[in-house]
Nanobody, 125 residues
Framework: QVQLVESGGGLVQPGGSLKVSCVAS????????MGWFRQAPGKEREVVAA????????SYTDSVKGRFTISRNNAESTVYLQMSSLKPEDTAVYYC??????????????????WGQGTQVTVSS
């Protein structure tokens, strides 16, 4: 059973930085893609960033390019999202997700199979 547990959310001022983490367990994740999604009140959930666990290829939505960095630590089975230059519009619940890519290429931005419970990120002065 795949389990994804996020942590690290909180309140940060505009322009500040925050790093959220996702500990993954229950499988060998070498063939997986891992994604960070977010959902703000009244809005649909959107992909923020994604990474292929084995080769490290990444993908970002345009609104976070140059500000957010997704990474993974294989030894700790953890995926990170480092967020910098945060804006009030980054306020949302951030979710970690996993998708078994098997032999498929690319970095998916939808149709993930497993989800964490989410962690709240609030950007406000």
């Amino acid at each position: 059973q795949v389990q994804l547990v996020e942590s690290g959310g909180g309140l940060v001022q505009p322009g500040g930085s925050l790093k959220v983490s996702c500990v993954a367990s229950g499988r060998a994740f070498g063939t997986y893609a891992m994604g960070w999604f977010r959902q703000a009140p009244g809005k649909e959930r959107e992909v923020v960033a994604a990474i292929r666990w084995n080769i490290g290829t990444t993908s970002y939505t345009d609104s976070v390019k140059g500000r957010f960095t997704i990474s993974r630590n294989n030894a700790e089975s953890t995926v990170y999202l480092q967020m910098s230059s945060l804006k009030p519009e980054d306020t949302a619940v951030y979710y970690c997700a996993a998708k078994d890519m098997r032999l498929r290429a690319g970095v998916p931005t939808s149709q993930y199979d497993y989800w964490g419970q989410g962690t709240q990120v609030t950007v406000s002065s």
